[in-house]
């Protein structure tokens, strides 16, 4: 609140500017209460009068307080934005000649598919791919993230961001973006507000306000005939008063802030949008695509039990399955050992004069040799049983049975064999492996699919363990052995029934998916074609967050619509303060509807201004921070928010007019 | 048997009636937008005018087909009621232009606003020929109209919207002409006359003269009720005893006024394949029509506590409880008949059948066009409360982006705009307001009764205001005209738009549309956007006759 304040306090110059009227065309309700201002500052200068004089400031300041809004929001974009500006200082770059020779020349006069030499401790002069060698990069320029990442020819990690620091070796970039329209130059744009178009839902709700505005101005336009049927009507400054009243100010002049503070939310969370249609778009999203690995699952298998064959013990299949992963080093074999470690105590230690067996792709095994001759044994199920059978042991009978249901359980079994020193093979048991879901992902599908989300798990595995891991973590459907192909028919089918999609990727393979797709998170990793094509670049190269970014696109436009909504249901109060006071001389029956007992006419008048105007302010923290999201269904979203902005907005001014009734009737001359 | 009773068990009638009878008649309407055979009939229609049943219209078609039509009902018309000297059975009946063309125009909108005295303004073969005609045909415009919008929120990125001349036929041959064709004989049965004998004179016991007319008064009522037209073969309109004799035919004529509105909402549902869509639309237009009724109602019997009570300007043959019933039905559903002097209404019952109107005609509104007002309602719920659900809002699938809503917000500000500046300007005229019986706060609501009852096809006289003269017949036919058309034009725009896109699939986030918390938000809605729109001028009219 406090930082609000300061906030406030710094942007409060930006806010009077947006007092010039130029600027307060884009929104029409705003703009008629500027005219409703100079209108009543000019009567009030030529008929003084205290409630004159009160309602021209009051009016003034519900410009300044939109203005100030909007302000507040763009001022913390600004910020950011310097910070980054600072990267973009002035660099030379190396450029390669045809010919091999290098040359210097200005960044800023790098051309497309330009080739430059960065060496360690240069900064990279523009965005594009590196073409030769590989390099560490300092990156938190733009992430944030100091941890140095590795930038390589080929593949999917070739990117490169200007701006960004060659820690080590020497790459050669192909420029894949010309001067001021780089990244770093796209996010600066973008954090100030600069780029910000209107979307599409906030200018069909400004067609309502604006709508809204017209009915309210005829309402009040025909006042003067109406009344002056009987008697003499209202004076003009009263009409102005009531129609300011009326117009849906608090959304008028919160609007655009919303729309800011949205955008800003994303990039707080290190989210980069091309264009607020997208975040929008991940509003309404209704079928998430999400990569099992690094998403769903952590990205490797882990030990989940061990299965006994032909009558072996338990402990002594944990134990043999323990000493021949202990040179394993790989997550899988780590995975075993700490298994194998909790089902055994503590009474297993490495046997001292062991070898070690490394795995071969020629073996498909690893194991140990004992300083007894012992040889142990771990590897795919053909792999043991030709080496049990090359020593003369036969595989226990039961073990196609172990294996064949761990495979259609969607696991990885891996056979354990045992030799002693002077005997033949003999198979022992079965190492489950699995795929292991993250934590609370069951959770989150659950969560999603109350909010009327699909989840589908794209996979390179085989049908029967993307199967399996579906069902475990319960996502609605799955997509498994994907290739690119079958990624962008699975959206287009989507996208003809109407659903809109949304996925993350990174690799060359992706881009064209991400192009299709209503919401395509690219990663900051990824390559320079899979962020030209997505709609958004994701700064952390989380895929997980693609749930956050659904979550931010849907509390923006919740936001507006309680806003809207409160505003509107606001008048109703406004009405029985202004009406009552506006005819009470013509017909004093009318006095009955001065249900809030307000001071007296004027006094009822201003004090439905004032509130007008402070309700905006008591707002932007509101605006900026968006409403509370929780995931629920629609239907008790909608009861919750209905009671809180729509019954709430209507008895808020009940109170808030006649405190202040209380106050503005102390005026001395009113 | 007390009169509150009476009037409660006629009340309940009422409702059992309708409550059985929409489901059938629903399901009935559902099929008849829907089948593939043409009646003999209906082809001989088409052959006749030369259109070709099967072609699809885009909705710029379908409007442009609506547009000729009514044009040609009003030069028709006029034409017929200018020449009617001319044609047997004349016996002097005769308009001036500007009253005929108010006519015309009031018959072609299905407003059925007469600034002529029946009696002597329309023969029998204009009342036949002409103005039953369009009673039949201006509410099948009606029909047409919700069932584009229907299939523009139900096909599939479609560019067409159906065929105008075959929803209009097929509106009247299956839908008004049996329907009406039994009304009819209904009221036949309870009194209503139907002959073509001349006019009788009769001799009063104040021992004055009346010249008493009678005519095709049974079969022309059937359908001004269940058309929601309104318009009255005699001047009474349905004070009057050949028109509605007694309690049982008052009770009949309630229920044609409302079953054909009321039971849309079930072809809605049908329509859509989700009959709870239907249900919502319904309970919305049930809760209104019911909370209405008893604010009028309990008005009316408050104010019956005087020597004479409230029966000032009602029929001894109804009561208070069956003039409510009545003034209500008929402006809750853009029909306009009255059996009861609204006038004479208490401030506050006054008030509630003017609120009525003003809501719109939705609860249920008229032929057709509840229907398609109370959509617009439910679209404008939606979008002002579907963001709350944090989705672009959409209602059966559909999205409201903002083209939708720009067409929805311009249909709900053309009959508001209507009534105040129309209002506005005739009592800023002189010799408009020279036609005000009342002064005061009550000529205010004569003069806004006016034109909200034309602005909103309704029809319905407060009575008070002279308003056959040149101005106020040619701007009361200005407001009815675009009062009707300007909104079926948007309305059309609006299912065309709706129509091209595709049908999203309804999941658990998308904003539920059938529920009774969406029901009970589209009368929050209605009423809000009502009550901010007219209060100003209700505060001035009824309410400060009310409390003064």
């Known amino acids: 609140m406090n930082q609000l304040v300061a906030l406030g306090t710094a942007s409060f110059p930006d806010a009077v500017r947006k007092l010039n ?95 430059v030499v960065v060496e360690a401790g240069e900064l990279i002069p523009g965005d594009g791919d590196v073409v030769e060698g590989m390099a560490t990069v300092d990156e938190s320029a733009i992430t944030g993230e100091s941890a140095p990442v590795v930038r390589e020819a080929g593949g999917d990690r070739c990117a490169v961001t200007g701006g960004t620091t060659v820690l080590s070796d020497r790459i050669v970039v192909r420029i894949t973006a010309r001067p001021g329209e780089t990244f770093i130059d796209r996010m600066i744009a973008l954090v100030e507000g600069a ?88 509003g309404d999203v209704s079928t998430l ?152 992902m069951v959770e989150r599908f659950a969560e999603l699919r109350r909010m009327g989300i699909r989840t589908v798990m794209i996979t390179g595995d085989n049908p029967l363990t993307a199967k399996a891991i579906a069902a475990e973590a319960g996502v ?67 895929p997980t967050k693609l749930i956050d970014i659904v979550a931010i696109g849907k509390q923006l436009l919740i936001t507006r619509g309680a806003l809207t909504t409160f505003s509107i249901a606001n008048d109703l109060a406004k009405y029985f303060a202004i009406i009552p006071a506006m005819f009470v001389g013509l017909y004093p029956g009318l006095d009955s509807l001065n249900v809030m007992r307000l001071g007296s006419p004027e006094s009822a008048m201003l004090s439905a201004v004032i509130f007008n105007a402070l309700i905006i302010v008591a707002l932007i923290p509101l605006a900026l921070r968006g409403v509370r999201y929780r995931p629920l269904r629609a239907d008790q979203m909608l009861a919750r928010n209905l009671l809180i902005y729509g019954a709430g907005g209507v008895v808020a001014p009940f109170i808030g007019i006649k405190l202040i009734d209380l106050l503005v009737s102390l005026l001395p001359g009113l | 048997m007390g009169t509150t009773l009476s009037g409660l068990l006629t009340i309940a009638t009422v409702v059992l009636v309708l409550a059985v009878a929409h489901v059938p008649l629903g399901d009935a309407m559902a099929r008849v937008f829907t089948g593939e055979r043409h009646l003999r009939v209906e082809s001989a229609v088409y052959r006749l005018c030369g259109v070709s049943p099967s072609s699809e219209q885009r909705w710029s078609t379908y409007a442009l087909s609506v547009a000729g039509f009514s044009a040609v009902s009003i030069v028709g018309l006029f034409a017929l009621i200018r020449f009617q000297g001319s044609l047997p059975l004349a016996r002097g009946a ?104 001349a006019p009788e ?134 029909t306009g008949a009255v059996n009861s002097l609204h006038e004479s209404y208490s401030p506050l019952g006054g008030g509630g059948v003017l609120f009525n109107m003003m809501l719109g005609e939705v609860s249920p509104g008229g032929v057709g066009a509840g229907l398609y007002g109370a959509l617009v309602v439910a679209i404008l719920a939606v979008f002002v409360a579907g963001l709350m659900v944090g989705r672009t809002p959409e209602i059966v699938g559909k999205t409201v982006g903002r083209r939708e809503i720009t067409l929805v917000a311009l249909v ?51 009575a008070g205001l002279t308003a056959d003269q040149p101005y106020l017949n040619l701007t009361l036919a200005a407001c009815m005209l675009l009062g009707r058309f300007v909104p079926i034009l948007l309305i059309l725009a609006l299912a065309g738009s709706l129509a091209a896109q595709r049908r999203r699939p309804a999941t658990d986030g998308a904003m539920p ?22 209060l100003p001028v209700l505060a001035l009219g009824p309410l400060a006759e009310a409390l003064s």
């Not at chain 1, 709508?211 to 009507?233: E, K, M």
């Not at chain 1, 029934?497 to 690219?522: F, W």
Request: aromatic share 6%.
């Open chain 1, 476 to 542: 609605d459907d799955y997509l498994a052995e994907a290739t690119p192909e079958d990624k962008m028919r699975l959206i287009r089918e989507e996208q003809s029934g109407g659903r809109l999609v949304a996925m993350t990727g990174d690799g060359t393979n992706d881009a064209p998916a991400l192009a299709q797709a209503d919401v395509g998170v690219a990663m900051n990793t990824g390559t320079s074609a899979a962020k030209e094509a997505g709609n958004m670049v994701d700064l952390d190269s989380d």
């Open chain 1, 195 to 282: 780029a910000r178009q209107k979307t599409p839902n906030e200018i069909a709700l400004g067609v309502l306000l604006t709508v809204l505005t017209i009915i309210f101005l005829l309402a009040v336009a025909t006042i003067p005939p109406f009344a002056g049927f009987t008697g003499d009507g209202p004076s003009v400054i009263v009409l102005v008063a009531l129609l300011v009243c009326l117009i849906p100010t608090t959304i008028g002049a919160l609007l655009s802030a919303i729309g800011i503070a949205g955008m800003d939310r994303l990039v707080q969370r290190n989210v980069l949008a091309m264009s607020g249609r997208a975040v929008e778009a991940a």
């Open chain 1, 21 to 115: 009227p130029q600027h307060l065309f884009r929104s029409p309700v705003m703009f008629v209460v500027w005219v409703g201002a100079v209108l009543s500052t000019v009567l009030a200068v030529l008929h003084p009068s205290v409630f004159a004089i009160s309602v021209a400031v009051w009016l003034w300041l519900t410009v300044l307080f939109a203005g100030l809004a909007e302000a507040v929001a763009e001022g913390r974009g600004k910020a950011q934005a310097d910070t980054l500006r600072r990267t973009r200082t002035t660099t030379t770059a190396r450029r390669l000649l045809a010919d091999g020779a290098v040359e210097q020349v200005a960044g800023a006069d790098l051309r497309l598919d330009d080739r």
């Open chain 2, 201 to 334: 004179v009769v001799h009063g016991l104040s021992g004055v003269d009346q010249t008493v007319q009678s005519g095709l008064i049974a079969s022309q009522e059937a359908i001004k009720e269940l058309g929601t037209n309104g318009g009255g073969y005699l001047n009474a309109n349905s004070a009057h005893p050949l028109e509605n004799p007694n309690a049982v035919t008052n009770l009949v004529q309630v229920v044609l006024m409302l079953v054909i509105p009321f039971s849309l909402p079930r072809t809605y549902g049908v329509l859509v394949g989700d009959r709870r869509q239907g249900q919502a639309v319904l309970a919305f237009m049930a809760t209104l029509w019911v909370a209405m009724l008893a604010v009028i109602t309990w008005a009316e019997t408050a104010a019956a506590t005087g020597p004479l009570g409230a029966m000032e300007g009602k029929e001894v043959r109804f009561g208070v409880w069956g003039s409510t019933l009545f003034a209500h039905t008929t402006t809750a559903t853009s």
């Open chain 2, 412 to 462: 709900t500000v053309t009959t508001p705009a209507l009534v105040l500046l129309g209002t506005g300007a005739a009592l800023a005229l002189g010799t408009a307001r020279a036609g005000l019986l009342g002064t005061g706060p009550h000529g205010l609501t004569e003069m806004l009764y006016a034109f909200t009852s034309a602005s909103n096809n309704n029809g319905s006289a407060f």
């Open chain 2, 94 to 197: 005769a308009m001036d232009t500007d009253t005929a063309v108010n006519t015309a125009v009031s018959f072609a909108t299905n407003t059925n606003w007469q600034s002529y005295v029946g009696e002597v303004g329309a023969s029998p073969v204009v009342q036949t020929l002409g103005l039953a005609v369009q009673n039949f045909v201006s509410a099948a415009v009606g029909l047409a109209i919700a069932v584009a919008l229907i299939r523009g929120l139900t096909r599939n990125a479609s560019t067409t919207l159906g065929n105008f001349w075959v929803d209009l036929t097929r509106s009247v041959v299956r839908i008004l002409l049996p329907l009406a064709a039994i009304g009819a004989i209904v009221l036949l049965a309870g009194g209503v006359v139907q002959d073509l004998t």
């Open chain 2, 513 to 534: 549309t059938h529920t009774p918390l969406f029901a009970g938000l589209m009368v929050g809605v209605a009423v809000l956007v009502t009550g901010l729109t007219f």
């Open chain 1, 289 to 440: 695509l999400l990569d099992k690995t690094g998403t769903i699952t952590l990205g490797n298998r882990q030990a989940s039990e061990i299965v006994p064959v032909g009558g072996a013990h338990a402990t002594d299949v944990n134990r043999l399955a323990f000493l021949s992963s202990l040179a394993d080093e790989t997550p899988e074999g780590r995975s075993i050992v700490e298994w194998t470690r909790t089902q055994l105590g503590e009474y297993v230690v490495t046997p001292e004069g062991s070898t070690s067996v490394p795995f071969t792709a020629h073996t498909r095994m690893s194991g140990v040799d004992l300083a007894d001759g012992t040889q142990v044994r771990k590897g795919a199920a053909s792999a043991v049983r030709r080496w049990v059978a090359d020593s003369g042991g036969t595989p226990s009978a039961d073990l196609t049975e172990v294996v064949d249901g761990i495979s259609a359980a969607g696991g990885t079994p891996l056979v354990v064999a045992v030799r002693d020193a002077d005997g033949a093979g003999r198979t022992v048991g079965v190492i489950h492996l699995k795929d292991v879901v993250k934590p609370g």
